[in-house]
């Protein structure tokens, strides 16, 4: 058998990880395929790692490394959907050499594009790692449940927010000590932008979107919200209501009065009743549940990120090139992925989890009242905590069954009541 030769861009924890499994010979290496790293990329080449990378071809330039004849598969690891990485990605399938990536944001911008070259020119192309770093969830949905039709994907997606939220909820920490200590502790980055604010967790959604249905929203299409405004206090109400709150991405396709395909999707925190599965998934693990048409209702669930997890599934992929699986990077011909496709608000109607900080006085809150019954919405549930100290109060309700844009319409005039004094935070129940 002819040996199979990677070059590795990106030596971080994944790919630090990766080149040294590869190194080290990992479980059916040695007895079914002769696969060898032959070439690295990385910043620096003399950082000290847990690898030793002096006998392997050093690239100071990644895409350099579509030109040497040797390798045969490029591991792209870099990050970023732009630059160095979405260069390397077109140029290594261009020039006949399979790619293998854990880029969730080149996948979410780039991947139709991608997987269009990767079919012209027969040739492997896959990113299971770009999705819930060690659960096989895209491996699930393009071979397990390819023959099943699947209408709604939820997904706990980013293992950084779902630890800040149980961290805040098992220590009794804002979300601002709970983040700092995230930080040290490696669990969050510098700028944790992405991950807090849902951007991470809306590019899984689109690669898990276009899996599912073969429509592939833009990011900048979808609902995003993240976690900032989640309090401790937040917390304390959900877990006295029976809920937890989770960061979730959900993707659900339906059909209208006209027959057409409609697909909602948002990423946001949603209150999750402690009686369902995802609720409890906490820490920095991940999950994904999806309802399909013959296999039901399945939840997979286990490590999100780190570098032996994803490293798991990039070297699931390799195994799968050398066993020339034959497969469409996303289960279905690129032709037939809907790009850029537009997303709609949820038509279903929920129960809200709304917390309104006024001050402290009579009227304020028969003035909310006055405005639900002016748009038709009821109360299920109400708790009242003063503050004496400062005279204010916040105001907890979980409201019946209600329309979305029926609710933002009447906290638009919530908002602007005289005893509000901050903007009113409003949460989704999962049903």
Not at 252 to 276: Q, R, T
Request: charged content about 25%.
């Amino acid at each position: 058998m002819k040996p199979i030769n990677i070059g590795i861009a990106g030596l971080g924890n994944v790919g630090e990880e990766v080149a040294y499994q590869l190194i080290k010979g990992f479980r059916v290496q040695k007895n079914l395929f002769q696969i060898e790293l032959v070439a690295v990329s990385a910043r620096s080449k003399n950082k000290k790692r847990k690898v030793d990378i002096n006998n392997l071809k050093f690239f100071d330039n990644p895409t350099d490394m579509v030109l040497d004849k040797n390798i045969d598969v490029i591991v792209e690891l870099i990050g970023g959907d732009e630059g160095v990485a979405k260069d390397l990605c077109f140029s290594a399938l261009k020039k006949n050499k399979a790619v293998i990536t854990a880029n969730k944001a080149l996948i979410a911008k780039y991947g139709k594009e991608l997987a269009e070259v990767a079919e012209e020119r027969n040739l492997f192309f896959s990113f299971e790692a770009s999705v819930a770093g060690g659960i096989p969830i895209l491996k699930l949905m393009r071979e397990g449940l390819i023959v099943n039709e699947i209408t709604k994907l939820t997904g706990i997606l980013n293992g950084t927010a779902n630890y800040i939220l149980s961290e805040m909820e098992k220590e009794q920490k804002s979300f601002d000590i709970v983040l700092k200590e995230a930080q040290k502790k490696g669990f969050a980055e510098a700028d944790p932008s992405f991950d807090v604010d849902g951007i991470d967790a809306a590019h899984k959604t689109i690669i898990l979107s276009a899996l599912a249905y073969g429509k592939m929203p833009n990011v900048n299409n979808l609902t995003i919200k993240g976690i900032r405004d989640i309090t401790l206090n937040d917390i304390s109400y959900c877990n006295q209501l029976g809920y937890k709150i989770k960061l979730l991405g959900n993707s659900l396709l339906s059909k209208n009065k006209n027959g057409e395909d409609e697909l909602c999707c948002s990423v946001e925190p949603w209150l999750i009743s402690k009686n369902l599965g995802l609720s409890s998934v906490a820490g920095v693990l991940n999950a994904v549940q999806i309802e399909s048409s013959l296999a039901g209702s399945v939840m997979i669930t286990g490590a999100g990120a780190g570098g032996e997890p994803t490293a798991s599934a990039v070297l699931a992929d390799i195994v799968d090139y050398a066993n020339e699986t034959k497969l469409f990077s996303f289960g279905r011909n690129s032709n037939d992925i809907k790009n850029n496709y537009n997303t709609i608000p949820y038509t279903s109607k929920f129960r809200y989890y709304l917390r309104l900080n006024v001050v402290d006085k009579s009227g304020v809150l028969a003035d909310v009242t006055s405005i639900f019954k002016d748009y038709g919405l009821s109360i299920e549930s109400f708790i009242q905590k003063s503050n004496q100290e400062d005279k204010t109060a916040e105001l907890v309700i979980i409201t019946h069954e209600a329309e979305g844009f029926v609710l933002n319409d009447s906290l638009s005039k919530i908002s602007i009541l005289d005893g509000v004094i901050k903007k009113p935070v409003c949460l989704s129940i999962y049903s």
